[in-house]
């Protein structure tokens, strides 16, 4: 009988411990659900670089043609740029962005290959991206054809600050990469954004806030340049003054946006001194600056595996806080 009693009581008290464990228990809230569009990234938008009429146009009919080179699309004979938007996801947004300048020598533009890959790469990094196909060199398109190209540079990196918001950019985190001649591109917006090149965009900010070179021209001079690119864009006979211009190496200051350089040793094309001139410009005038040469590699970083070249720019833009670790 007292054996009964004290398992009663026994069955009883765990019953009233478990109720009052259950009850003490928070909550567990639900988890929120994950919407498509915030691990999705939305589809690539093409728009004009320009939404009214083009600066130093001469209205000339529309010429362009893409040639295959390598199954890969080669623009020539811009004269209509626009700027393509490869936006991340939102989940994996960094807030920075970065604005592509693809090479070509300045007689066409190997869109695919230093463009739309890239853009890809950088938008599964969290990083905006953005693909310039600029106006090439032209005396028939243009009125002056060397400022050309450095107008739409100007103009792509006022277009994305104009719409920082809308695509969720953090207008302080605005950067370029160029590629060859794009690289001289690039390089030409980041040493030459204190001149407004448009005309008409007053108290504009033009200044990259970091750029990347790879295996790019920087000098316009008869020993360093690509003879090609520089025909191309101040012609078979530039003036002293001309040459002094778009010699980018030149007009490093203290103001010239962080630097990332990239060439391999081996670059029969185009100089392996470009880049070391104008390390040594951004390392006189104490602007942070990297360069990264390798060994082996050739002009275009065919003899490369893209991940290996784009992992030191992940890594240097993670360090300086322009792309999530």
């Avoid at 108290?203 to 000098?219: E, G, H, K, Q, T």
Wanted: negative net charge; proline residues 8%.
């Amino acid at each position: 009988m007292r054996k009964n009693i004290l398992m009663t009581f026994l069955t009883l008290a765990l019953s009233c411990c478990s109720a009052w464990g259950q009850q003490a228990a928070p909550p567990v809230p639900p988890q929120p659900a994950i919407r498509v569009d915030q691990i999705i990234p939305p589809p690539p938008t093409t728009m004009p670089l320009y939404s009214g009429e083009i600066p130093n146009s001469t209205n000339a009919p529309d010429q362009e043609e893409i040639q295959s080179m390598g199954g890969l699309g080669f623009i020539q004979k811009v004269s209509r740029p626009t700027l393509t938007s490869y936006l991340p996801a939102r989940i994996k947004a960094s807030g920075s962005a970065i604005i592509i300048f693809p090479g070509g020598g300045y007689v066409g533009e190997a869109y695919q290959f230093e463009g739309t890959s890239i853009a890809e790469a950088f938008r599964d990094h969290g990083v905006a991206a953005f693909i310039v196909k600029y106006r090439l060199p032209s005396d028939v398109t243009m009125k002056v054809k060397s400022i050309g190209p450095v107008q739409d540079a100007e103009q792509a990196i006022k277009l994305v600050r104009e719409h920082a918001a809308e695509w969720q950019i953090d207008p302080g985190k605005v950067g370029i990469i160029g590629f060859s001649a794009g690289g001289h591109l690039a390089s030409t917006l980041g040493t030459h954004f204190e001149k407004n090149y448009l005309g008409d965009a007053a108290n504009v900010n033009f200044r990259p806030d970091f750029m990347i070179l790879v295996y790019p021209v920087i000098s316009m001079t008869d020993d360093l340049t690509h003879m090609g690119s520089r025909d191309a864009l101040l012609g078979k006979n530039p003036s002293a003054a001309q040459v002094q211009e778009f010699s980018n190496e030149l007009h490093v200051t203290e103001r010239t946006p962080p630097t990332l350089l990239l060439q391999a040793s081996d670059d029969a094309l185009v100089d392996v001194d470009n880049s070391v001139v104008f390390y040594e410009a951004l390392h006189h005038h104490k602007v942070p600056a990297q360069m990264i040469l390798f060994r082996q590699g050739q002009h275009g970083f065919f003899l490369i595996s893209r991940d290996e070249w784009l992992q030191q720019a992940y890594t240097w833009m993670e360090q300086n806080g322009w792309m999530k670790p």
